[in-house]
């Protein structure tokens, strides 16, 4: 029953977006990130890494 809440809940058009900290573009919400989507920053791990290039 929770389970079928959730699929009614996480609709596509309706996914939260953000937008990534390198490379300014839009990315949607991802299941992986459903426990920590507060302190996503980048849209993948490939920008993630890319904010060390960055800041030196
Ligand atoms: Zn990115």
Redesign the pocket.
């Known amino acids: 029953m929770k389970r079928r809440f959730c699929l009614f809940f996480m609709k596509k058009e309706n996914l939260p977006e953000k937008i ?1 900290l ?2 300014k ?1 839009p ?1 949607s919400w991802r299941k992986k990130w459903s426990k920590d989507w507060e302190n996503v920053k ?3 791990e490939r ?1 993630r890494r890319n904010k060390k290039k960055l800041i030196t």
């Open positions: 990534c390198i490379c573009r990315f980048y849209c993948s920008c």
